[in-house]
């Protein structure tokens, strides 16, 4: 087993998250950068953008410190918007989305940890 394996086993964190951190994730990465790379995570391929959360949606959007490239059709997006508003303790009036932010924040704890985790990884391989 290797060592981004052992990560994601201890954090129950898919093979195809980690694939794409491990190809993905620099040291010199950004704020932008590393909220796109947190949206591509596996473990939100169920999270779907709803026709009633859109409207709300883009009023975060315009609120939220970090810009964002997708299109609010993309699951990404929507998962970048929620946490960033997470962050920023952005009131949310949707119930949908509401629970869809407990989630991605949730979920977002552990892709912290594991980006702390591998970056040191990377800084012990170099």
């Known amino acids: 087993m290797t060592d981004l394996g052992r990560i994601a ?66 699951p990404s997006a929507k998962i970048n918007v929620l946490l960033q508003a997470y962050i920023s303790q952005l009131k949310l009036e949707g119930l949908s989305l509401t629970s869809d932010m407990v989630f991605i924040t949730q979920v977002c704890v552990l892709l912290i940890s594991i980006a702390v985790s591998s970056f040191f990884l990377f800084q012990l391989d170099s």
């Open 9 to 74: 086993s201890y954090y129950y964190i898919t093979h195809g998250t980690m694939s794409t951190y491990n190809e993905h994730l620099k040291p010199t990465m950004g704020d932008i950068e590393l909220c796109h790379l947190f949206s591509l995570s596996e473990e939100f391929k169920y999270v779907t953008v709803r026709q009633d959360e859109k409207m709300e949606l883009a009023k975060l959007l315009d609120c939220v410190p970090i810009p964002i490239k997708e299109s609010l059709e993309e």
